[in-house]
């Protein structure tokens, strides 16, 4: 398999592949709210005979910076290679928030009438740790191979009402939340805030005001917390896990306070009895 991945197997395959690579250097800001990440890599392509790498593009870019750093030769074998900064767009689906994974990745396209893309494995990497915080990731890319068409001929004129038929070539990293992390920064707060709305259930009845007082102050802790959480996520239209905890978290407070209220109107009830 390794072998139909190395450029010097395609000097001997009559079909016309682009090889491209990629060295992360960097990743900071994944911005999950507008689905963007940044990043400082280099990139490279490499082909056999006659090809514009001008016509190769990063299919979530969203902006970058391109530095030429040259061309390479040898023989009938070329070599591209940019340095590269800027923004990149990525899909982070947070159904199961707080132990949700997430995938960045680069994507290359070509056109498929201008050569097959493979990635060049030998040479891609990244370094062991990026600046980006709160995650955990191992320094590996999964290399992804797909065929898309567009349903436009993207204005070209030699085929023109045609569809544009593409490949690609993608480069994913996974990263996943710390779960001692998680643990501490949503759980352990979320906890606490419950003991202490089930904590009023241990005073007397007739002090219905320390426990009422107690309970509405963990029901506005709940939502503040709530919104402290939701303001770093983007506005989804489904529940994550995170939502169901808090939802699970407004029914123990309101309990709280509803048995607060009907502790203090029973014993209310009895002292009228016993005094009448």
Known sequence: ALAVLSPRAASADPARRVYVGVYL????????????????MEAWAKWLGDFDPKILRIANESTLTRDDLGTEEDGQWHVRRWRLRGTLRGEFPVHRFPFDSQVI???FELPERDGALVPDLTGSGMESHFSITGWNYSPHFRPRTEHLEYPSDLG?????????????????VTLRRPVVTVALKLFLPLVLILLVAMLALLLPAELIDARSG???????????????VASTLPDVAYLTVADSLFLVA??????????????????????????A
């Open 156 to 172: 070209s004129i030699a085929h023109e009402g045609l569809g544009t038929i593409v490949n690609r070539a993608r480069f994913e």
């Open 25 to 40: 250097r960097d990743v900071t800001r994944l911005d999950q709210r507008n689905g963007t990440f940044d990043v400082d």
């Open 105 to 107: 990745g680069v994507t």
């Open 214 to 228: 107690i309970g509405v102050t963990a029901l506005l802790a709940c939502f503040a917390f709530q919104f402290s």
């Open 250 to 275: 407004y029914a123990v407070t309101a309990f709280a306070l509803l048995g607060s209220a009907v502790a203090h109107a029973v014993g209310r009830s009895v002292r009228r009895r016993a005094t």
